[in-house]
């Protein structure tokens, strides 16, 4: 269960008033790892870096053990990838579109594209340019999941889709992750689906990984602790992530060493609570 | 297939460790009898909001103390269990709960008469309630 | 590769079919009015016979206007200016690149896209002004055998396939905004030359050419299409790299 799947190291991109990386990120068989950040942190300029509409400056990439650059169109034959790119054609129904795309992939399953769009409402002879936010989405979406991928990057798939469709997203996508050899890396706001779908979670802030947590270890570690008092030397421990006064309490993403700490300082502990991924997010995004 | 495993906000048990001994205490209960079939690990995972990893972990350890049983490409089922390990598990479960129930009590300082003079109490209630 | 290479040029065909029946339209209606511009011409190079006619609008047709004969120009992303913005080659680029296409399939395409382009577009041109020359009472092709005529078109198509073999880069390869200002540039540049011409000799370009085609016409028409056809493969060899290595948002 340890083969890696996608393989990223030194990945840096330069731009005049930003830069994305250095970015080190690791995708295993059988894993669905989220992708979080506030709006501008770098998510998507990730992305297209990994299917080259953007150039690294520096970094090596590799997909399923093989260098990006010299296995390019073979590794992206395995991928379903979802990135908002298809607004320029927007003159096309979708029916064209998928005419245009089916052809690249030699794996595409052209009863899968039926049956989902059926499964998603897609009226096929729709001009793109004419579906709402939430339809184009839902296209794209069908369109990453046509092909036998073993990798999919999902570029907030779910952003403006209806509830229903939302659910039938999460369900395909468990369904996808069923052989438990392939992985989905996917970039998203909603805390839900983190929560549903997301067995390690990447923090993206000002185009570094600021953070990288397996969802268990948030629930060992991470707590909310009612004490007695808060010393000012509190201040100076590292694992201390928040403090306020009314009434005294601690945030911390080490539970166990903060525990040490007040047994020391003599405080008492008057209640301890797990953190909910949601502010655990907020604490580490801002 | 829902299964009524919860994970505690407040308990600092890991998590596999809870799922385990959940599932365990359904299956000696008899709430989930032999060749049931178990959700898969990502199913569960997502219920729970906890990672693969750990329900993965969860079954493998429930799956090497012969609770359940794996095929592959058909899922997870509960498996035929001995008698005297159900009942050896029994046990332990109870006896689990009413360490926990101990502990608390003494958090909030009940002396050991005031905690025993609860447990008749809720003893009685209890089979009042239920007739038996 | 050349398979899968015709298969999106076909594609780009068809889904362009409205932007490519305007530019045969109005490649139509300019033959039309070149015709007439030539027989004019011809006249005074070979029997010095001196109608005035706008020589400069002429010359502007043949050095400006046929090598555009290799874009789709009546395309809506050359008509609007909201492609300066939108980039839209560049962002139709973007999705290409992102599905498994290798990149020399991609150049392939665009030049396979600029030589039909310009192959259809310079035979309705030439097309045209061949019919016209022949249905009306004109003298041009008394003055100028077909094979001659032949070899005028193909010293200019040459020329189209060099100046033209740039614009699949300029499209794909640089952003919405130097693709509009690329018809300037090139406008203030070819102005420039044809006025150094015009003040040292006392003939237009179109002149020219039609007195040396008519002289060493098959040598000048092969030198013409050898340079054409190099310089379409140097710009593809040079469109394949930038795509390779371009950003595209």
């Known amino acids: 269960m340890n083969t890696l799947l996608l393989e990223v190291e030194g990945l840096t991109k330069e731009y005049e008033n930003y830069s994305l990386g250095p970015i080190d990120f690791k995708v295993e068989a059988g894993m669905i790892v989220g992708l979080v950040g506030a709006n501008g942190s770098g998510k998507s300029t990730f992305f297209r870096v990994l299917m080259r509409v953007i150039q690294e400056d520096k970094g090596r990439i590799e997909f399923f053990g093989k260098d990006l650059h010299t296995n390019e169109t073979e590794i992206k034959q395995n991928i379903g990838y979802v990135g908002e790119l298809l607004d320029v054609y927007e003159y096309l129904t979708i029916e064209e579109l998928a005419s245009l795309i089916y052809y690249w992939y030699p794996s595409w399953n052209k009863d899968r594209f039926e049956y989902l769009a059926k499964r998603y409402e897609i009226n096929k002879k729709e001009k793109y340019g004419k579906c709402s936010k939430g339809t184009k989405k839902k296209v794209e979406f069908i369109f990453s999941l046509c092909p036998d991928s073993w990798l999919l990057l999902l570029d907030e798939p779910t952003a403006g889709v209806d509830i229903v469709s939302q659910r039938k997203i999460k369900e395909d996508l468990m369904k996808y992750m069923d052989d438990g050899d392939k992985a989905i890396v996917l970039a998203t706001h909603n805390t839900e689906e983190l929560n549903q779908l997301c067995d390690s979670i990447y923090v993206l802030r000002h185009g570094k990984i600021s953070d990288t947590l397996n969802k268990d270890d948030i629930y060992e570690n991470w707590s909310r602790v009612w004490v007695s008092r808060i010393p000012e030397t509190i201040k100076n421990h590292i694992s201390i992530i928040n403090t306020s006064l009314t009434p005294p309490q601690i945030v911390t993403n080490n539970i166990q060493s903060v525990e040490e700490f007040l047994k020391k300082e003599e405080i008492t502990i008057n209640h301890t609570q797990r953190l909910s991924l949601e502010e655990v997010l907020e604490y580490l995004i801002e | ?132 | 590769m050349l398979e899968q290479a015709f298969w999106l040029a076909k594609k780009e065909f068809k889904f362009q079919w409205l932007g490519f029946t305007a530019t045969i339209l109005f490649t139509l209606i300019l033959g039309i009015a070149t015709a007439f511009l030539l027989d004019i011409s011809a006249e005074k190079v070979f029997i010095n016979r001196d109608t005035p006619y706008n020589r400069l609008l002429l010359d502007l047709i043949f050095i400006g206007i046929t090598p555009s004969f290799a874009a789709i120009y009546m395309s809506k992303p050359y008509l609007s200016f909201q492609t300066i913005k939108d980039d839209t080659f560049t962002k139709r680029m973007a999705l290409l690149r992102s599905l498994p296409i290798p990149v020399k399939v991609l150049s392939a395409s665009r030049t396979i896209v600029m030589l039909m382009t310009l192959s259809i577009l310079s035979f309705i041109f030439y097309g045209v002004i061949y019919l016209i020359l022949v249905t009306f009472p004109m003298r041009f092709l008394e003055l100028m055998s077909f094979l001659e005529f032949v070899s005028f078109i193909a010293i200019w198509f040459g020329y189209a396939l060099a100046v033209g073999g740039m614009i699949p880069y300029i499209e794909y390869g640089t952003s919405g905004k130097v693709l509009h200002l690329t018809p300037f540039i090139s406008i203030a540049i070819f102005i420039a030359i044809i006025i150094i011409v015009y003040s040292y000799v006392e003939s237009g370009i179109v002149e020219i050419i039609l007195y040396f085609a008519k002289e060493n016409g098959i040598l000048l028409a092969i030198a013409s299409m050898i340079i054409g056809i190099s310089s379409t493969y140097l710009w593809n060899r040079l469109l394949t790299n930038r795509l390779a290595k371009r950003d595209y948002l």
């Not at chain 2, 998590?15 to 199913?43: C, F, M």
């Open chain 2, 1 to 132: 297939m829902k299964l009524p495993i919860h994970i505690s906000e407040e308990s600092r048990e890991p998590i596999y460790h809870q799922i385990e001994t959940q599932l365990k205490t359904l299956i000696v209960a008899g709430q989930l009898p032999p060749g049931t079939p178990l959700p898969s690990i990502r199913t569960l995972a997502s219920e729970l909001a906890c990672s693969v990893i750990t329900t993965r972990r969860a079954y493998q350890n429930l799956e090497a103390s012969g609770y359940i049983k794996t095929f592959q490409g058909k899922g997870t089922f509960v498996k035929e269990i001995e008698e005297n390990a159900r009942e050896e598990t029994k046990q332990k479960v109870v006896y689990n709960a009413f360490e926990k129930a101990v502990e608390q009590g003494r958090q909030v300082g009940c002396t050991n008469e005031d905690m025993n003079r609860i447990f008749v109490e809720v003893l009685m209630r209890n089979s009042d309630n239920n007739g038996g």
